[in-house]
């Protein structure tokens, strides 16, 4: 804590740290991963172990040592509390008497807020520079001093401005001498320290500075050479080179951006009949051989195989000997395919959606238990009964009754989620409604399981167009995709090109976050359908994405000989007229366009693939002239709305459903900010994202005073561009306010929420939302999704009126900053209705009222069952219909276990869930991997679970143990011969009994667990025999 760092109960950033009795895990700035650390009785350290986010579980490998470098430039210690303290009457002069106060608080509280780290010199009394760093004797090697002392001037200049801004609206600053080097000072430290210098010229003046000449060259005179051959072959002309080179004897060594490129690299040679072998990576210095061979111009062992090593190396070289005649050679993938954008080396968690967990119940939230409905969560409670100890889940029904969940059932009570977000009905104990209303649900989740089943049993029977395997064009288009393809990427193209050489007609839906990539995974499919001279039609729901769709293809295919074209509004007649001219002739391989494309005038000469992107935004009559084309052609369809991944998963056997969950790699979580209504932080954000040459949207939802805030706005942003856009304006207006703003003509878009999420403007990175109390929390989720789509780092500012930020409204707000402030991390919250309208448009839009009634995930095990049952791959009982009573043995987790009560109602619920005993084994590790050593209430638990797993194995829908006596019933009379049963318990002299209603009674089994676990193996021979 004095170090900067914040507690949690998860560790998932960087400057974050959690304990949890002997075990401590915390995320170091200077680390990749975080790190767990486990301590003796006697607080010494036993091990530091890496660890995974996304399954919080350690690595093997353990580190021998770790620095944790301070979390925040700004630590709240006495020392520098009190400086600051001392120091901050002398800025009265300087600052509004707000600011003070708020920095005040902040000492009070020792909480820091964004941009404290410019306020140092109150916080101590000398700053130090990188230099004071160094040790006493190290080597500084500048590298173009004169591009350093232009960059660092340019800084200063950019600092200086910011600083008169900030003294002009009374803002607490201080000078940029307090804070940096100047430029001068800067040049002046180097030229002391100094003791080499890198320059890619000879310099003309004469210098006291030895000079050595090193013969190396650029490849610069190599780029005509492939981009002239990018319209046949870059990868033709390569070759060439490479058989040029290899005749002279030269060493080649060819480099990939990563693994995945080095192997795609690979076979494209291969297929070109040229040898080569991927060889290590550059990153890690023990992999990486060519400096080796650079220093003895040979490729130890690798003469007849060119070697390809893995590693961000954008530019290669050639080693020249005196005579200017190349030595050795290293050729990158993008010099020969074009460059590739830089990505930082986060580490990235895929996003996960999650239902059917409880880790972010709160108490009052609503809740649906399967046998009584609808009710109110209101924590967990510690109940002695039966000589034990144990917790209970407190809900509340209607009418203030209470039922006090054990821990055995708590898998039996799901989080409700609706669609609205509207509190849903309580349910009234011990009425029949709830029955009644699940038996509906049921029925209407058996009819469109049927349906759905139908339809693509319908599809299986029908005969379609097989395309050929990748061949070496293809390996070479996706070696010129600009970035690198996240694993969901990866997975769906190879889903897609599997469904495409089969023929059976492709009809798949590809669901994912807008910027995810689904675009790409679109353009693989067109590629593959157009060089095997099969016609691509792109269907888009709006004028504006199909110009921004013809924009995309035509540059990824500009190196192709493929012919694109758009069809829309922007078109005149006569255009559209000649356009299906030639796609009926042929002469047009990729067509976009908006509906316009159904219309009867439309005919293609040879479809092979229709995209269809956001089918749900087309209307009845569109959707089924789009079911037409599925009977025939390939169809690929793309959503931006989530669905549930356990919806996904229950549908796998009736559906093709592929989930595109993991962000780009230099992707940035937008930073969100809850902020009072004032004119200068609107104009300092909006100055801020144009000076670095960006552009803002600006949401004000309410279009009666939608102008009134325009004329607010050029009041206090002079010379700034603004453009209006609502709903009630006519379409043709309405576009062209969006075309020229994504073309850059305005900087700033205020609008109201109408504008699609679908639209790519990667220029704009802020976006203020005005008023952001009126605002749910998905439509919070969904706006902010339009910035950020970039490497760029993007800004959503939530403004709020000052008195609400005082008044209760700021907790709710503060916690949906926390929710909202990671990639991914408000997803888990903020997708659920979005989501549910997912399910509804994947099932039909009438589902919806039926997830209202029951929620979400109740819902989708009701489709889970529904498909298994269909397709008969149900085995054995579901947990929620085992009972096991096992009262009088102590089943809790202890709070100075796992003190985080969402933690543990999420462990209680996944061991009533887990469905094998390999799964419950590997939980439990990781469960005393993260928290310690199990103390015995809680093996009790698991204990319990593996008693669940052997009632569902062997039919029992009940187990109880009382009295010494373990009762087990069995749900289906025919899983038991009686007859033979009860003639050999007659012959033997056992403890076990047979008593009708299908129930075996064995005696004299002591109370506690692994005694009953011994009891029921002695069982599994009498199921073995009399089964």
Known sequence: LNSGYIQVDVVEDQGEFSAHGDIMDVFPLNQEKPVRMEFSENSELLYLKPFEIQTQRTAEVELTSLKILPGSEILFNQETIYFARQTLPSYRKECTPEVLRRLKESLQKCESFPGIESLSPLFYPKLETLFDYFPAEYLLVVDEENHITERAEHFYQEVFMEYELSKQQNKLTLSPEALFLTHRELESRLKESAQVYLKSKVPDKKSERTIYQLQFSDNQSLRPGFEHSKATSAAGHMVQLLQDWSKSGIPIILSAKNQTHADHFQQLLEDLGVESTVAGKQQVAKDCPWPKWLESNTVDGLKEKIPILCGNVSSGFRRLDADGQTQFILLTQEEVFGEK???????????????????????????????????????????????????????????????YVPVAKFHLVQKYVNADGTAPKLSKLGEKAWKKIRTKVARAVDDIAEELAQIYAERKARKGFAFAPDDHEMREFELRFPFEETPDQEEVIRSVKEDMETKLPMDRLVCGDVGFGKT??????????????????????????????????????????????????????????IILKRLLEGKIDIIIGTHRLLSTDVKFNDLGLL????????????????????????????????????????????????????????????????????????????????????????VHNRVETI???????????????IAIAHGQMREQHLEKVMLDYIEGRFDVLLSTTIIESGLDIPRANTIIINNAQNFGLSQLYQLRGRVGRSDVQAYAYLLVPAEKILSGVAHERIQVLQDLN????????????????????????????????????????????????LLQTESGLAPEDIQVRLDHIEQSIPESYIHSSSHRLSLYKALGTLPTKEELWEFRNGVEDRFGILPESVLNIFRNAEVRLWGQLHGVEKIEHEQNRLRIQVKDASRLNHEKLVGWLCEQETPLSYIPENTLDYKNVPPEMNAILKGLKNLEQVFTVYG
Do not use: C, W
């Open 822 to 869: 990671d990639l991914g991390a408000g997803f888990k919250v903020a997708s659920r209705d979005l989501e549910i309208r997912g399910a509804g448009n994947l099932l039909g839009s009438e589902q919806s009222g039926q997830i209202a009634s029951v929620g979400l995930e109740l819902y989708t095990q009701m489709v889970d069952r529904a498909v298994k049952k």
């Open 611 to 698: 995209v269809v992107d956001e089918e749900q935004r087309f209307g009845v009559k569109h959707k089924e002239k789009i079911k037409r084309f599925r009977a025939a052609v390939d169809v690929l369809t793309l959503s931006a709305t989530p669905i549930p991944r356990t919806l996904h998963m229950s549908l796998m056997g009736i559906r093709d459903l592929s989930l595109v969950n993991t962000p780009p790699a230099d992707r940035r979580a937008i930073r969100t900010r809850l902020l009072p209504v004032n004119d200068y932080i609107i104009q300092e954000s909006v100055s801020r994202e144009i000076r670095r040459g960006g552009q803002v949207f600006v």
């Open 341 to 403: 954008k830089r990505s930082r080396r986060l580490q990235r968690t895929q996003v996960q959606q999650v239902t059917g967990n409880l880790d972010d119940l709160r108490e009052g939230d609503h809740v649906v238990h399967l046998d009584y409905g609808i009710g109110r969560y209101h924590g967990l409670q510690k109940i002695t009964a039966g000589g034990s100890n144990n917790e209970f889940m407190l809900l509340i029904y209607a009418r203030e009754e209470k039922v």
């Open 707 to 721: 102008y009134e805030y325009g004329r607010y706005l050029e009041s206090i942003l002079p010379n700034i561009r």
């Open 520 to 577: 790409e995974i679109a353009m693989r499919g067109a590629f593959k359908a157009a060089q095997q001279e099969k016609q691509v039609a792109i269907l888009v729901p709006t004028t504006i994405l199909a110009q921004q769709h013809y924009e995309t293809f035509v540059k990824r295919f500009e190196d192709t000989p493929f012919i694109i074209e758009v069809i829309s509004r922007f078109r005149t007649d006569a255009e559209q007229k």
